[in-house]
């Protein structure tokens, strides 16, 4: 690439809108690069759905991997897991890994908010050198329009959708208490890995009290990857979470007829915890 070439990126997340706007980009930017930062805590329906894309594609995604992975990060932040209060993994493991890859060459990237969540923040580096824009938005695509795209390239959605609306870690801690025993059905190994990472900041959380996190010096303390308990606790209650969730399932298949079984499955989890998950992680 000669020196003065602005390069053309775009992140895929494994989530339906970035896969959609890659898709919708192909054949309108021939020259984009397409990039998927590796935590390396990503679901196994993550990586062949990524495998699915290259083919529409027809070119790889290069795989971003952070020289120190979520293991050295548990290290350094021992005592307390990344949180929607401190969310330390995203800046570490996603946006410089990104950054760096770029490095200080131009580069337009583009970011898969939908028409309509035009409120919604993406990811926007604060590096003069990268610019975003939002074809989405400009172009009008919204939620519908993200589904008839995967489903005209025949990729549909990922896999995970069955059971859980957002890609991203499996302990991701935006996760709903009915994703937690999803995961726990689908992918038991990556539960019982979350418990093990979970049980160890519990039992060293006391000696935490040198680390900082954005200048605030952060105090032991016991941190759970779910709201109130331990995923144990969680796993405890699963006939109840799962009646619970069966319930809203119903509700929002009620709401609205004829509703995609993903808007259904979304409505339902909302019920549980209606937090925002990480644009950059979940788009
Ligand atoms: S998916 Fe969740 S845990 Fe993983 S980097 Fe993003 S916010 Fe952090």
Redesign the pocket.
């Known amino acids: 690439m000669s020196a003065n070439q602005v390069r053309h990126v775009c992140g895929i997340s494994g989530g339906k809108d970035s896969s959609a706007l890659a898709i919708y980009l192909r054949d309108r930017v021939p020259e984009m690069e397409y990039f998927f930062c590796d935590?390396g805590?990503e679901l196994p329906e993550t990586y062949e759905y990524l495998n699915k894309l290259e083919v529409v594609l027809g070119k790889p995604i290069a795989r971003l991997n952070a020289d120190k992975g979520?293991d050295h990060w548990f290290e350094v932040y021992r005592g307390t897991l990344?949180s929607p209060q401190m969310?330390w993994?995203?800046k570490l493991?996603?946006i410089k890994p990104l950054e760096a890859w770029l490095g200080d060459d131009e580069a337009i990237s583009y970011v898969a908010i939908r028409a309509d969540e035009k409120n919604r923040k993406g990811y926007v580096s604060t590096k003069p050198n990268i610019s975003a824009v939002f074809p989405f938005v400009e172009e009008e695509v919204d939620h519908e329009g993200v589904l008839r795209i995967l489903d005209e390239a025949g990729v549909g959605l990922p896999a995970y959708y069955e059971w859980r609306t957002?890609?991203?870690?499996y302990?991701?801690?935006?996760?709903r208490k009915a994703e937690w025993v999803g995961l726990a059905d689908r992918h038991p190994e990556l539960f019982e890995r979350a418990v093990a990472i979970e049980q160890k900041v519990l039992k060293d959380g006391g000696a935490s009290g040198d680390v900082s996190y954005q200048g605030q010096a952060m105090q032991g303390r016991d941190y759970t990857w779910s709201n109130g308990e331990t995923l144990s606790e969680l796993l405890d209650r699963r006939e109840e979470i799962l009646k619970k969730h069966a319930e809203a399932m119903a509700r929002a298949a009620k709401s609205r007829r004829n509703l995609p079984l993903i808007e259904v499955l979304s409505g339902a989890l909302d019920e549980d915890d209606d937090s925002d998950?990480?644009v950059?992680?979940?788009l």
Request: charge should be positive; proline fraction near 4%.
């Open positions: 935590t805590a979520f990344p969310r993994c995203t493991v996603k957002r890609s991203g870690c302990f991701c801690f935006y996760q998950a990480c950059v992680c979940a």
